[in-house]
């Protein structure tokens, strides 16, 4: 098998050939013309010495280059790895050397940050600008190469892409995804949300997010739909622009994002009241957003659950099942189970767990770290390590995680990283990180600092501010920066994070 036949093979089965793929912006490419496009990238990596299970890696905003790249390196026996584009060069770094890629393309937007995080490595990865004007340019990479290629043949469990996710300490880590993993892509799209052949889906997400490259890229497409695309990162404004201009049946974004639409009052647009399902995943949907956007647009949100490790939901909410303030249902294609610390099976309604989860699109393992990946199994079931429960009717309810980790804006954040960055700074003695929801019940990062001496604070504050602006990714900067006498813990010296939640 291969993945990109899985994804791609179907709609032109179809005979869907002439019907749109993809549109960004005034930009419209069919089927046919996605397949050709593939075919081309396909040809241009063998030729650029891309061998079978070798890496290819994407710093690139969504487009459909990025999407054709995507297929391409699965199609030839490749592995393609998307990454975050707001990482900074540090992580970016990180992931080009532990990776080992063989090729890295990049937009031109970001070349600088490349520079920074390349200096010194030695055999890198060849360099392909996707806007650039030199000879290592995309668009003088791909042209003069064929529009047909035949798949590469491969066994089920080859390795086919990577997604890579926060560690506990902050470093990334490669979780390791095979071809089989896309084959249950299309089915909560079909059989819970009715999507159909040449309807619309736009999910606002990037598509180096699970949740996106899940649900668009690999779902979207391989039900013959039509996957909006945009460039750049969305604001509320945006994202009601493109849908009034673009008229989606399918809506997927994250719980800020709809936020942000009802402050730019979506209910008056009759774009949104034609939207026929809203889906929400990433980070919990605080209740009273849940019953404003009812309110205000006649529709619920669609809550759901996955992970970089599952690429696809295994809970959610669906149009004949919603409660709100619940991840929704076990979903058909999905095993969960509760278990406690002791190895136990948690049978009882209302009883907190740990959620482990066996579908078959959960991940191989983590690339080069075998301790943590047998910590993380146990019986064919993967560890999410989040807390749940379930009630009575089979519907799950988050409690937050059994580590420390935040989950901010959809992407993992560890405390432990930003609480090393600001220990750098000299006049500060203790740090610790916790997340607590903000107006909205969106949790968000809060840092705790104990400086030493009684200096000016505005000026210490401007200083945490720019030396964590300066090493950390954007969204790992916490906003709200909280000065006190003491770090609260625990005999044992562990810190007590509840006490400082409850400060909050």
Not at 66 to 88: D, E, Q, S
Not at 274 to 289: D, I, M
Not at 410 to 418: D, K, L, R, T, Y
């Amino acid at each position: 098998m291969n993945a990109a036949e899985e994804i791609l093979g179907p709609p032109l089965a179809a005979g869907l050939a002439d019907q749109p793929a993809l549109i960004l912006g005034q930009t419209q490419l069919s089927y046919a013309g996605l397949e050709a496009l593939v075919n081309r990238c396909g040809h241009a990596l063998l030729a650029a010495g891309v061998g079978r299970e070798q890496r290819v890696l994407l710093f690139m905003d969504d487009s459909p280059e990025f999407v054709a790249l995507y297929l391409a390196a699965m199609k030839i026996g490749a592995v393609v790895v998307a990454f975050n584009i707001r990482a900074t060069a540090a992580d970016l770094r990180f992931v080009v050397e532990d990776s080992d890629c063989r090729a890295l393309f990049i937009d031109a937007a970001f070349v600088d940050r490349w520079q920074e995080a390349g200096t010194g490595i030695a055999d890198g990865p060849r360099v392909i600008v996707r806007g650039g004007t030199g000879r290592d340019s995309l668009e003088r990479f791909l042209p003069g190469h064929a529009e047909a290629l035949e798949y590469a043949a491969m066994a089920p469990d080859d390795m086919a892409f990577w997604l890579y996710s926060s560690g506990t300490t902050g470093q990334p880590k490669g979780v390791v995804h095979c071809h089989h993993d896309v084959c249950i892509a299309d089915r909560h799209l079909r059989e819970n949300l009715g999507l159909r052949a040449g309807e619309r889906l736009f999910t606002t997400s990037k598509l180096f997010f699970a949740f996106a490259l899940g649900h668009s890229l690999f779902g979207g497409l391989r039900c013959g739909a039509t996957v909006i695309l945009y460039e750049g990162w969305p604001d509320g404004r945006a994202i009601i622009a493109e849908v009034e201009r673009t008229r989606p049946q399918l809506l997927f974004t994250v719980p800020a994002f709809y936020r942000n639409l009802l402050a730019e009052g979506v209910a008056a647009s009759e774009a949104f009241r034609q939207v026929r399902h809203f889906v929400s995943a990433g980070e919990k949907l605080p209740l009273p957003l849940f019953e404003q956007w009812q309110a205000a647009t006649g529709r619920p949100i669609l809550e759901g659950i996955g992970t970089s490790e599952t690429v696809f939901l295994f809970l959610a909410n669906t149009p004949d099942a919603v409660r709100p303030g619940s991840a929704g249902r076990r979903l058909p294609w999905a095993d969960v189970r509760l278990w406690t610390g002791s190895g136990e099976e948690i049978t009882a309604p209302d009883t907190p767990g740990t959620l482990w989860v066996r579908m078959d699109s959960v991940f191989d393992r983590y690339w080069r770290l075998q301790a943590r990946t047998h910590a993380t199994f146990r019986d064919g079931y993967y560890c999410t390590g989040d807390v749940f429960s379930f009630d009575a009717d089979g519907y799950w309810h988050h409690h937050g995680r059994d580590d420390d980790m935040l989950k901010i804006s959809g992407q993992w954040v560890s405390p432990a990283e930003i609480e090393d960055c600001v220990l750098r700074i000299d006049a500060i003695r203790e740090a610790a990180v916790v997340g607590a929801p903000n107006a909205d019940g969106l949790v968000r990062a809060a840092l705790f600092v104990v400086a030493e001496g009684d200096g000016a604070r505005d000026a210490l504050e401007e200083r945490i501010r720019a030396t964590l602006t300066g090493s950390l990714s954007i969204y790992k900067c916490p906003r709200t920066i909280c000065f006190v006498d003491e770090i609260p813990r625990t005999a044992t010296g562990k810190v007590q994070r509840f006490k400082l939640r409850d400060m909050l």
